[in-house]
């Protein structure tokens, strides 16, 4: 029995317009509601009706009772579906008619990934309502996911609910009308198999596949005999690749457990934050009394070293005749003692800079080094006495290490290690050279005269 165009229905609520589809186990009709909306109505088709009577009013009980559950079932992505109702001795349930196309009809060449991942998504939520409320749909594929236009953006809505099944219901007999290739997972093609959440999530990575790669996956026995690959296309994410390849695992313990924990596998990893970049401050209170105390240790270091070649010069003298020679050979030499000493300090500060903290170690007994020999000899210039060479060289020793220490890590914080290494050497190496110059000046216009 089909009904004919005109043919009211639950008193005057419905009036069939046509016949929209036949399907595996029922029959779809377009009916107009009593206040103007359209809707489809759904019956078992004319191979259930043709069954014994007791075969039949068993699958109508069926019928009837997943009716129920999908009707509780409330979701944006969702066809919604009212209560069933009994008309002619037949249950039927009234669903919402979607306007729109088949993602199958939008889908003859391959979406772009983000558009597919939102339509799956979308379904991948709708989906986990009907799973909470104990359903599986069982027949996922782009055919029964239409795209329609809602507030002027295109959504998601799954339909055609003729295969839905109870959880954990087991595969009593294999139907070739009730397996779709590609999109069928291997426990489809087996009787007494049982069905679970992972067999829509092999569904949706399927459909997934398709979307993105244009493709029909091959079907799972292909897969599990002849060993066939999923190949992907350049251009596919890595999260979306792992997903698909994941939920079309061919043994169902391997794939997601929920569709929850699958499409929290599709999310993109959140992009790495943007390092704001430091402020380059330049520390000048800490550079200036760092190249002060530079200068002064330049200036003591020349002295020191000014002993040490003045042998120096005076055998070099030998070559030479007059006194006017002999200072100008001193002067000379004491021009490289003051390179030498702008090195070895530059070494340390930029030690310090380089390494790190360990570093201070290193450079504190650098100074220590350095301007404690300085202070000896100054000590012994001024006055003499060891009262001197203690407070002058310790004085000197605390508060240059401390300002290089300073200094360097207040440049650590505007720039990199090498850039603060530079900067100390530079710093250092022109302080020790005033300081140095100084007296090289004064020795240079002391031994060398005009005459």
């Not at 295109?154 to 109870?166: H, K, S, T, W, Y």
């Not at 698909?244 to 790495?272: F, H």
């Not at 550079?287 to 003045?310: D, E, K, P, Q, R």
């Not at 605390?398 to 850039?419: C, I, M, Q, Y």
Request: glycine fraction near 10%; hydrophobic fraction near 45%; charge should be positive.
């Amino acid at each position: 029995m089909v009904w004919q165009p005109g043919k009211t229905l639950r008193g005057d609520r419905y009036t069939i317009e046509a016949i929209l589809g036949r399907g595996r186990f029922g029959i779809t009709y377009l009916a107009w509601e009593k206040n103007g909306t359209r809707v489809a109505i759904k019956t078992p088709n004319d191979e259930v009706r043709s069954l014994n009577p007791a075969k039949f009013d068993r699958l109508q009980r069926g019928f009837v009772q997943k009716a129920v559950k999908l009707a509780k079932c409330r979701h944006p992505h969702l066809v919604r579906a009212e209560e069933p109702f009994r008309e002619d001795g037949i249950w039927c349930i009234a669903m919402e008619y979607i306007y729109g196309l088949s993602l199958a009809r939008r889908a003859t060449a391959k979406l772009p990934e983000v558009d597919a991942v939102k339509y799956v998504r979308q379904i991948g939520e709708a989906l986990g309502v009907m799973h909470e409320n104990g359903l599986l749909h069982r027949d996922v594929q782009p055919k029964n996911i239409m795209v329609r236009l809602r507030l002027g953006k295109p959504e998601a809505v799954l339909i055609d609910f003729g295969l839905a099944r109870n959880v954990g219901e087991a595969i009593t007999q294999t139907r070739t009308s009730g397996i779709s290739d590609g999109f069928s997972p291997l426990e489809l093609y087996s009787s007494g198999r049982k069905c679970g959440r992972y067999t829509d999530i092999y569904a949706l990575g399927a459909t997934l596949y398709n979307l993105v790669t244009g493709k029909i996956p091959p079907n799972a026995p292909d897969r599990k005999i002849h060993r066939r690959a999923l190949r992907f296309p350049n251009g596919i994410s890595d999260n979306v690749r792992k997903g698909i390849q994941l939920a079309i695992e061919l043994e169902p313990q391997n794939r997601p457990q929920s569709m929850k924990a699958w499409l929290k596998l599709l999310e993109a990893p959140p992009p790495k934050p943007k390092l704001s970049q430091p402020t380059r401050h330049i520390p000048w209170g800490a550079l200036t009394v760092m190249f002060v105390l530079c200068v002064l240790l330049g200036f003591l270091l020349a002295l020191f070293f000014n002993s040490i070649v003045g042998a120096l010069a005076e055998s070099g003298s030998r070559f030479w005749e007059g006194a006017e020679s002999r200072a100008f050979a001193r002067a000379l030499a004491e021009v490289f003692a003051g390179i030498l000493a702008g090195a070895l300090a530059g070494v340390f500060a930029g030690a310090g800079a380089l390494t790190g903290i360990r570093a201070w170690y290193l450079a504190g007994a650098g100074t220590v080094a350095l301007t404690g020999i300085g202070a000896w000899y100054l000590a012994w210039y001024l006055a003499g006495g060891w009262v001197v060479l203690v407070a002058v060289g310790g004085v000197m020793a605390v508060v240059g290490t401390g300002a290089l220490a300073v200094a360097s890590k207040t440049l650590l914080k505007s720039f990199n290690r090498f850039h603060t290494f530079l900067i100390l050497v530079a710093t250092s190496g022109l302080g020790l050279a005033l300081g140095g110059g100084w007296l090289m000046w004064w020795l240079l216009s002391h031994y060398i005269s005009p005459s």
